[in-house]
């Protein structure tokens, strides 16, 4: 679904039309779900806190602002529920004296990471591409623009876009590559 198509179903369900809302599910739910998974890594709370997300956005449809991609918007969505998911059971696990909540560790690295390192270690690492890499890689990436959107925004060919991004991606591999495979692993599910 191009970013246009993701707009005009979103203007439509503002509109009232529940049809705009069961194609945006249909397109993103299962994307939305592993994304959920990553943070809450139980399946059940993934599907509830993705279908939480789509109940939301259609009770708040008439003033809900969405200025970058459609997808992204539905990601951070869903990333900020289960991050509060999160925060909520870890107070009453605590609370109750029951069970700590796990940190996970970076596959071959003595050294555990939560999300917030991560992502500033990814973001660091975009941070030293060149300009016009970085803006296309956050194009990409962090808007969820297709290849063929990136090059008619911009004005530049498809193929100089396959290039930045091959670019970016070896620059980012190489100035993580201390972290292991699972950071990057990490980045490219999330982002």
Request: charged share 30%; hydrophobic share 40%; glycine share 4%.
């Amino acid at each position: 679904m191009t970013t246009t198509e993701a707009f005009n179903l979103l203007s439509s369900m503002k509109n009232g039309d529940q049809t705009a809302l069961e194609k945006l599910f249909m397109q993103y739910h299962k994307y939305l779900v592993v994304i959920a998974y990553q943070y809450l890594s139980d399946d059940h709370l993934a599907k509830d806190v993705t279908q939480d997300v789509f109940y939301d956005l259609w009770n708040r449809r008439d003033r809900i602002e969405v200025t970058g991609s459609v997808k992204y918007y539905l990601r951070q969505a869903v990333i900020n529920r289960s991050l509060a998911k999160m925060r909520k059971d870890k107070n009453m696990s605590f609370q109750d004296g029951s069970k700590l909540p796990e940190t996970r560790k970076v596959q071959g690295v003595d050294k555990a990471y939560d999300h917030q390192e991560l992502e500033e270690l990814i973001q660091e690492a975009v941070d030293k591409l060149p300009e016009k890499c970085r803006a296309i890689f956050k194009l990409s990436r962090f808007e969820g623009l297709s290849h063929k959107e990136i090059a008619a925004r911009l004005d530049i060919s498809t193929k100089t876009i396959e290039n930045q991004m091959t670019k970016a991606l070896k620059s980012i591999r190489a100035e993580l590559k201390e972290y292991g495979i699972f950071i990057l692993l990490y980045f490219f599910i999330n982002f």
